[in-house]
C-alpha cells in the first residue's frame, strides 16, 4: 500500500514528498482520514529516501523498518479530501542500520504534524548494512517524473 504520490527533492541528507487526499486512499472515510496516518506519510517518506538512494547505488538498500516514532505532534484532528501535502525528513542521526529523521508534514506552510522517526535499513550487498552518512549534505532536487505511479 502506497500513500505518498511523488518524490519532489532528494538530497544526500533530506526527503520531500507529495501526498494528495483523495477519495477512496485507504482510511479515508467521510471524506477525511485521521491525522495519525502522517507516521505512515512520515515512513513511507523515508523509505523512498532510501529507495531513491539505492537506485542510484546499487546493493546499497535492500529492505527498511518503521522502529517507532518520537516527539509525535499533531496539530489537526483529520486531513480532509483534497488536501495537497508536502512531507519533509531530514536525517538527524545514523549509526550502522540505525537512522532518525525529523519530518514535518505541512499543507502550504502550515505545519501539521511534526515527529521524530526511528528506522532500520539493509543493504543487499555483502559486508552488511550500508550506513547513513553524517549529516552535512546540500539541498538538491529529484529528477521530474519519479513518483510512485511510475
Partial sequence: MILIDELLEYSEHEVVCGVTVRDGAPFVRDGRVP???SIEYFAQSVAAFFGYRGRHNPG???MGMLLGARELDLRADYLEVGDVLRVA???TWSSGELAQFSCELL???EVLARAAINVLQTSAGPGGPAPASDPS???SSAPSGFSSRD
Fill in 137 to 139: 549534505g546540500a539541498r
Fill in 107 to 109: 499543507r502550504g506552510d
Fill in 89 to 91: 525528513g531530514t536525517l
Fill in 35 to 37: 491525522a495519525l496516518i
Fill in 60 to 62: 546499497l538498500f535492500a
